[in-house]
């Protein structure tokens, strides 16, 4: 199984096997290393995964995963 931790104002760590990540033109990477980190402020060198430019533009995001069911944020 694989988990996604929204943390707060900072990335999203994946953990789990069989991690895989597929990219706009279907190109798949199978990503042996568990745990990573998913950036989730764009600020990233290394998008789509995190380097923790987050604690350098301060950013802020600390709202829960409020759900598949929740209405669309305006």
Known sequence: ????KVRRNGSFLVEGED???VDWDGHEYV???TPFALCRCGQSKRRP????SH???DFK????APGPNA???E
């Open 1 to 4: 199984m694989v988990t996604i």
């Open 19 to 21: 991690v895989r990540l």
């Open 31 to 33: 990503l042996g290393r």
């Open 49 to 52: 995964f995190c380097d923790a």
């Open 55 to 57: 604690k350098l533009c």
């Open 61 to 64: 995001a600390d709202e829960a």
């Open 71 to 73: 209405p669309p944020a």
